[in-house]
């Protein structure tokens, strides 16, 4: 490999958090495990925490056990150096099913690494609305409400319309045929009839997740 | 005009009804008042029954005069001359509201013109779901429910979680934006979560009512 | 794996089949064996019936000796556990050929698990309409027609105008180019000259027959 | 208006009749009476033939008034002066109905203009697929069938499978709501199952007749 | 008129704002003037506040005059009768332009209505990110930021980057070819790499001062 | 595997050739080596001819070997058992290039297969016309000419606006990113300014040469 | 008009010349003519020049009277108050008819406007190869050639095959059906196979005048 | 192999660098290692010169090490043989960050190899703008700026609006969902509001440099 072949060094932004409220996070998609490792290291370095998204099980293995004060939650592909203060401020996490579990749980796992308590409510469906109705309650106490569906992507606008919480709502590529990966529930969301639904793209638990953030950091 | 240019006759098919178990009916939106005034006359004095969907209300008004036995539905747009014989059974039309009036009723009276006795449930919406819970047993005592919505297009899946009665879900354009003239509707209704959903085309009020009198007719 | 790592209780819902006329039915495709399995077996000793769609053939080979009274049907990807009592009734189920039997047997063994006679006709295709035209009094006879039909989607309109029966149409993605996997026979479906045809999601033979089920159930 | 501002000149290509077997024709939708005459004037001039497509009623009557040797077909929208010589060859133009007659029209008036025999069956559509077979040899015995159709756009696939002739298909964007203004049928007849059909622009009867034209005259 | 061809009476929720935080408001662009002054008044007689966007400017003046309590805002196309109390929390709404500005306007008026302050900034475009860098500081200090944007949609993205305060993106459909009536601008939005972002429907800035108030009022 | 689980046999049209004056063609892609087998002996033994397209390169060697009169070609994965006559007519097969080949040559062997001689024109692209203008003459002096092109589809409409003889267009998903696997090239081809161009499905070769042939066999 | 209903004042941006290289130039079309003709008024003021763009023919006629140093073209439907100096450069304008005239003529006048040299070259078409290579010298001599198409949007792939000059593309909405208001043209010209080939928006003359004024203006 | 199977010879175009200032290039996705290897020795025999794109790393590196003068960019996919001369003209490419390296690095090592000088710019993204504005001065010094950028596609927007230089925009595929595979980020560049903005197609680093080549080589 010639000199100008030389990977270049990634930028970490320690920074960020002050600016925005929400620190730096690794997409880990889209990168190696030796990327991941380096960038992390470096964040917990200077914070005291670092969070990686979207990391395949057997690198998330490996690095929980390399990282220091490291945790991998395999349901959610979400790697977890350190933790936020707690903000003791709670916020719901909705699904209908287990299909829709990966984006919920990285919509949970980012929430309590960023300090807020987490509510579960994973068996709520449209098609079973008797469900959603047993968990208002709980739910109309939290500050925020993500709900996560995919195929027709009802759900948040039948949440939206029973409590007075605001909702993020997460389509899911969940789906086939006419769900075109969740362009469907995507169109649904927006579409909500009940006010007050606001949306982040498909399968972005973790977008979800910043956005219930920022609300409650700007209110703290 | 030349001879050349002289409009072709309409061809009535009145083997249709007894082939199909759906007589022939008039496409108002793309004739004019003299055509549909033809058409409706051989069709009633042949078979005793007429109807036309998509009649503008100035052409529906000069018609209900003219025709023999003959009404107009000025919110349906439809033109009706005489009646099929009733069934005795009950079909369920549902929406959420004002917008989704005009398919409602083009459903519903195209169900009440082939002899069928119409629930019409017209406030209903997935917003406000207690509505819908509320009428929960008329709909489930019905042979079959039409639904009808536009935006989110949500409503059918949770009226076909909630009873036995198979779900006819018609979306409509309402809507802005990302509705996309009712695609989004129609997508989610194509993906519900609720098994036993059929869909038609966007609008189509009257196709909706075919379904059902054909399902209804083919059982008697 | 730490205990926030265990996977949730799949919760069954026996009380589904009461409420909606369709028992919970286990969509294969996105669990494992062992799920499928422990889903079937808890659904089977609450109400001595399971059916799962979408079950790959190694998996549904091995269900079918461990489970109770089970069956595998590897065209269809259908797996069995007892069944619904005989309602008597027929439905047809036709479709233009090989390509589009896997959608056309899903629907064929769903109806059979619940009850009804099935009647096959699988080499039927707008190409040939004499085919169409020989089984006609065929289809005729039967409660409902489910058609299923990939590529230009035309089937359903040349039945629908043959016969009394209602048309469900299933659009697949059988094709290639600008049939844009099912779109192009989608569209097709719902824009039917026929009066009378709804439609359900691309390749949802499942759903086709829970259409047909909820409609002859509703009239018994 | 400055003289940077005169409309550039017209320029006439006689040449192209020789070069490609089919003359320069006047597309009128986007011209103003003036023009159309203009360029009509200089063409019919040149090669005693002059042909204008979607020319408005208002126009076409005064231009069919002024202009030598002119006729105006109103509901092709199609003017005509002068005649190609007559080639002895028949070609059929096939439609369900009365919405798509301005687009059959508008191919059989330039086929008829261009010099070929027209069949006209405006009453084959697949809902009756009865029509279809009654005029099958009729079909049959033509050099080419331009099957013209909106909606589902099935009617190429039924009449391709029906005889030797080939099938020149023409979408149309009769419909509404899922038809998208004619991509439903411009999809439909792309899939077609029936070898040997080949298509058109949305509503493009004049390039349909252009096709068929082409064939014809390349094997003269 | 017959008796079935009575309007159905507007039922008016007011339990709504209790149950969800957002009170019914009246959507005007599909009512009569008729239609919005029977709603308003009985909205403003049952909670002394109604609300109603999408009012044409003829039809907003002659009810600015005639309801109890009430105000026009033109250029949002907001009726307002009565107002929400104070919450003493500030709302900034940003865009690029006057093409923008009616939908700002609307998220603007509603949030000032429902009782919140709001600062706007009408002139901050991505082409220019000087004019966004010199309202850095005001932006930072609100509760959240309604960042409004057509054509490409990049302005909230670059805002999120900035602030820590909570970014609301609506897209609008300014714009013309490729801008598909607000598509590429919605795209953009879903898309953003600032996380935090959460997006309403096209044109939809009433929905966006929902989502905001949703969020103040659960945090109060 | 139970006996519902036997495959339905295939049936053997023969008659199809002599109706529609195209023989039955085997569609390779979804088939098994022992099917195309299978398929092929019948239609060979009942007609003394039998092609299979889209035939993987393992299969087609092994199956030239074992089926009589067999020949494969690769580049083409076609597969051939003897041959119809021969019509002395020629056809010309154009493209730009390597990527359009398969495409091309499925063409080309379908031509030859059905009794045609085919002139090849392999790298005639819109970006250096003067290789299309150096042979326009051996073009002109074709039936028909089917030109092949991916990426922007422009090449139908260079070469129609050159040659008297028809042009079939095929558009193929050679390109990316916006070629959206040959969306742009068969909407662009459509479009064509030139009159008389006729299109295919995308990548559809062999329907290309059906339509040739038809309208060759059409005017023997 | 209440005082928060007062119109926002218009900020005109004097310093975007010297940072961009392009002056700040109004978008007319969703402007009053007292809107266009106070701003045109600030920018002349400001610096000897002003443009509009997308004036309509009453309102262009009347501010040419009324502003200073003025001229109005209406084919462009460009308004001109002054001129940047003359570059000595030159840039050809190519389109294939009198359909693209408008969006030729708006590249053509802002070019002018902006001090460039301007070749029209009106009637060069793909389906007319010859007129493009009859002009293949003289466009090979400009600095840059802005290539104007609807329709399949072929013709700056045939050009950029050519010449040295660079190639801007400006796809149209010219065309009907499949053309789908101008994106048929776009997906092409995105695809062209002759590199060097960029593009801008439908129908956007003004930004390819501008991409070809920065290209020139940084070399200068 | 039979004779018609051989495959037709490349034909290498030495003259189009003279009639278009860009020489041949090599697609390198669709081709084997031995096709590069033969045309790029043939390109460097005639002219000294070969470039190919889209080489993955096996072949590049081995093609590397057996053509004559020789260098292989892993990054950026690219093999060059030799280089054109010196221009000492400057362009930047800049993008937000190691997924859209491998298109920018496309470009990067196009340019250079067509003797361009590259400023690399790899961490300007819109969610940090400072970071833009730290290289403003170094953007406006080049003659021309490439900005590669995925997801929402914001950053030509920015940078357009803070410098001189001409903007060529790459979409890229990078991102998930409502990305759709880069059109989010292409329709966002098509609709920018800085003016002087021109695109090319999703992910082509090469073409993006074809058009500062041509520009650059067209004012030399």
Redesign the interface.
Known sequence: ??S??R??E??V?LA?AG????PE?IFG???TRAQIESIASRLYAGAGFALATRVAPADGAALAASLPDA?Y???AQVLQCGALPRSGQRVAVAC?G??D?PVAEEAARTLDAFGHDVGEY??V?????HR??AVRDELDAC??VIVVAG????LP??V?????????AV?T????????????????????????????????G???A??A???????A
Chains 1, 2, 3, 4, 5, 6, 7, 8 share one sequence.
Not at 160 to 168: E, N, Q, T
Not at 213 to 219: C, D, G, M, V
């Open positions: 490999m010639s100008d072949e990977p270049p990634f930028r932004d960020r600016r925005t409220n929400v996070v998609a889209s990168k945790r939650f395999e349901r209908a287990t299909s579990l994973y068996d469906g449209v098609a079973g609305v959603v109705l500050r925020a195929m027709e992507g009802a606008s039948v939206a319309g029973l409590i007075r919480a605001p909702v993020i389509p590529s969940v789906g086939y045929g006419a769900s075109f990966n969740g362009l469907a529930a995507l169109l649904a969301m927006l579409n909500s009839c009940a006010p007050g639904v606001c949306v982040v793209n498909i399968d972005n973790f977008g979800s910043c956005v953030h920022k609300f409650l950091s700007a209110t």
